[in-house]
């Protein structure tokens, strides 16, 4: 989204759904969460649960939902799962510095697999809604505009359009 349709959608007064709601939005992310969930202040927005944690790839993920989705859905009600994880199986974090991780075609592959096993997971529960989020890479990193950076970024914006195609193909398909 450009900033002028950013900033023409903010100067629109929000609507806040009407009647009663019946899945509960739950977005299960990485440290990205925690950092969206410091800018919700409307109360629809506070009603969105956030199952984030630090450096949670897809596989983590994966995992989490196998180990607790039951009894969430039993604590919480029929929820509607947004799935942005991945991130962290692209890229390695290493104080100050976040790289890309070797081979991103083989762990596009893997984070595939790993998103259609959750999708096989919410077969089980067919009252409940699953949404992946698509990757949005940044463009630049705070206006440094060096080669290596730029080499990095195009890389990790071609690995991201590689994964939102991928999602595409999944979601035309029956999983």
Known sequence: MTDKKLLKYLKKSFEPPNGEQIL???????SKGKYLQAQCSLPIENSIRWWDKSGRNSKQ??????????TEIALIGNISLYIWVGTCDLTEYNHPYIKLRQEP???????INNFQKI???????????????????????????VVHIRTLNNLLIRTSLLLNISFRLMITSDI
């Open 61 to 70: 993920g994966l995992k989490w939902l196998r180990d607790n989705l039951e």
């Open 119 to 145: 999708a096989e997971i919410l077969k089980n529960y067919p009252a409940c809604k699953l949404t992946f989020l698509k990757y949005h890479p940044t463009q630049y990193m705070n206006g440094i505009l």
């Open 24 to 30: 509960t939005p739950v977005v299960l992310t990485d």
């Open 105 to 111: 075609e083989e762990i596009v592959q893997s984070v």
